[in-house]
């Protein structure tokens, strides 16, 4: 019940985010979550400002996820996640935050998980 909340400094066209979308649906798999139950929010045009200022683009990853998943998988994703964010959007690694959240009460389609 992986969900992942992209926001970026600058504008996402829509090929972006179809392609943004796709990368976070294969990404999320080095966490052994699958695209199936990933939701994924992509935010742009955000104010966001790295190191007190906000002249290249910056973007922040925020990933929740239920139960917990190992450091070096979390580690892999931080590092696709960084990929993701050069390739797709041009933002430097040196200007994006990953955040992970860890949840053991999840609810889905009217239960618990």
Same mark, same amino acid.
């Given at each position: 019940?992986? !969900?992942?909340?992209? @926001? ?11 392609? #943004?979308? /796709? $990368?976070?649906? *294969? ?21 966001? !400002?790295?190191?007190? @200022? ?11 996820? #239920?139960? /917990? $998943?190992?450091? *070096? ?25 990953? @955040? ?14």
């Amino acid at each position: 019940m992986p !969900y992942i909340n992209a @926001k970026f400094s600058a504008s996402v066209s829509p090929d972006k985010e179809i392609a #943004l979308k /796709s $990368a976070l649906g *294969e990404a999320i798999t080095l966490l052994g979550k699958s695209e199936r139950y990933l939701m994924v929010e992509i935010s742009d045009n955000r104010r966001l !400002y790295f190191g007190g @200022k906000n002249d290249e683009p910056i973007a922040f990853f925020d990933v929740s996820l #239920l139960h /917990s $998943a190992p450091r *070096e998988s979390y580690e892999a994703l931080t590092s696709r996640l960084c990929e993701i964010a050069k390739d797709i959007m041009g933002v430097d690694g040196s200007h994006v935050y990953v @955040k992970f959240e860890e949840t053991e009460n999840w609810g889905f389609d009217g239960f618990m998980f």
